[in-house]
Structure formats: C-alpha cells, structure tokens
C-alpha cells in the first residue's frame, strides 16, 4: 500500500505510547487520523497534539474488549472521514510472572483486551473495508495487529502475555488466507516488536475494577514486573522507531513486521526445536535478558 496520503488510518489504544507514535507517523504521511482509547484524558492530549500539527484527526473513547464499543468506533470513523484505509488494532496489556500464579482474572483481562480487542476490530472493519474496494478499483486497506515477539517465543514468567500474543499471530494469519481469497485490495498485516520504551508497564490503570485480584501480587510476579520494566525502559528502539518501520513495511506488503529482526535466530530455535520433535529449550547464554529474568524469577520461587 503506497498511496497513503489522504486516506484514513484508526488507531486502537492510539492515546499513548506505540498506538500514539503510529498515529503521529500516519499524521505524517497526509492521512486523517481516528485516535480510539479508553483513557479520555489520554485520548483528547494527543488528538490535541495531532491538531496543533496540522493533521485533520479526531477521537472516539472505545473498550476494545466490546464488540458494540468497537462497532460504535468503526461507525464514527467511516461517518466523520469515510472507509478506513489503515487500521491498527493496537490496543494491549501485560501481565507476567509463573503461569500457573496468574488468576482467572488476569486471564479473562488479558485475553479481552488482547485477543478479543483484536478480534472486534478484525469483526467490524474487514467487512466494510471490502465494501469499499468492491465499490472502488483504487481503493487500498490494510489491518495491523500488534502482536509482539512473545507471540513467537517462550520464556519463564512470560506468561499469559505470550500466549495472548501467539493467538494474535494465528488470528493475523487466518486473517491473511482469508483476505487472499477476497481479492488483492485489502491486506493485513502482524507487528512483532521486542521491548519498545513505552508505559505498557502502567497498563494496571485501565484494568476494570471487576477483573482486579483480591490479592496483590505474588513475589515472583514482583520479580517478573521488576524486569519486564528495567527491559521496557531500556528498548532498543523507540516508539517513533517502530512507527516508522511499520509504515514501511506496509508499503511494500510486508506481512511479517519485525522491527528488531536481531531476534530472529531465539525464534529460528524454538521452531528448530518444534520441528525436531525436542523438549524446548533456551539458549540463555546467549540472551542475557532472558538469563536475567530466568535467574530473577528463580530466586524469588525459592524465598
């Protein structure tokens, strides 16, 4: 997809850190820009950011964890600017620590916002995205979701955020098949960041109050918060950097976004491994933020 300008990118979870840079860098590229947040406050700032700079942007407060919430989005959007010709289905939170620690409420938070938020926006804008290309020739769509290089990899105190993270591969591949078999104007696309410096370490505060434990975390949860922060603050790349990356993989119809492909041979491993038929296994020498996280979460298993 080349022709980007003019056209209109909806951004999900787009008030703040990855979701925010995207926005920015669609905002740079002459398109019109639907921010969609659950944090209102967060939402109007950046709307505001994007005015002051000239782009035509506007904001809807969406739950991506609704199906209505998000249909509700989809109609704004086409309402204010017309069909979407980008949409990122971006919105994501984290939890982490041993897996069998994490209650049945992180797993109900963590797969509505990441698994089903992905899901509700492929729901609502697939179909009118293939409108417009049936009713336009020259009409271009792509969807991205954000996924991340946990959805690829395994590792201690990953947790139910890795796993999340696999079902948005899968629901992005299944995307792709299915979209191939509708024509060639619409196409989709799966981002696979590594730590990005962020505030994905604060995503608590959007957590509903019916889903927060009875219990604060355990300490090998600690421990595992504790490294995933120090790891986030120190990213190798920004959020502007991987804004910027995805932008130009969709122009050439990249599926695959790796924006920190240096990680590719922890992948290349576990895959190698699945192939062999062997027990997984990590190569942790080689990965020293994985050895730390290892070592970190071992001593607090043992306190």
Request: hydrophobic share 45%; charged share 20%.
């Amino acid at each position: 997809m080349k022709n980007m300008k003019g056209g209109v990118a909806v951004v999900t979870g787009g008030g703040s850190g990855l979701g925010k840079a995207i926005a920015q860098e669609a905002a740079r590229r002459g398109m019109r820009v639907v921010i969609a947040d659950v944090q209102a406050e967060a939402m109007n700032a950046a709307v505001k950011e994007l005015r002051a700079s000239g782009a035509d942007a506007i904001g809807v407060l969406t739950d991506v964890t609704s199906a209505a919430s998000v249909e509700a989005l989809a109609e704004a959007a086409e309402r204010q600017f017309g069909p979407a010709n980008l949409v990122f289905n971006n919105a994501g939170v984290a939890s982490g620590g041993p897996i069998w620690e994490s209650t049945e409420k992180d797993w109900k938070w963590v797969f509505a916002v990441n698994v089903d938020g992905v899901a509700n926006g492929v729901r609502s804008f697939t179909p009118r995205m293939l409108a417009a290309a049936a009713a336009d020739p020259a009409y271009q769509g792509c969807i991205v979701n954000t996924a991340s290089m946990a959805g690829l990899v395994t590792a201690p105190g990953m947790g139910i955020y890795s796993v999340s993270k696999h079902a948005v591969i899968a629901i992005s591949e299944c995307l792709y098949h299915d979209l191939d078999l509708a024509g060639d104007q619409v196409k989709t696309a799966v981002l696979c960041p590594s730590y990005v410096t962020t505030n994905i370490s604060q995503c608590y505060r959007t957590r509903p109050a019916d889903l927060a434990n009875e219990s604060g975390p355990t300490k090998s949860q600690l421990a595992t918060q504790a490294i995933s922060a120090k790891d986030l603050a120190n990213g190798s790349l920004t959020a502007e950097e991987v804004a910027s990356i995805t932008f130009q993989a969709i122009e050439v119809g990249q599926f695959y976004v790796y924006p920190s492909p240096e990680l590719l041979p922890i992948v290349k491993n576990r895959l190698d491994n699945i192939a062999a038929g062997s027990n997984p296994d990590i190569p942790y020498e080689d990965i020293p933020m994985f050895k730390e996280r290892r070592d970190r979460l071992k001593e607090a298993l043992a306190s």
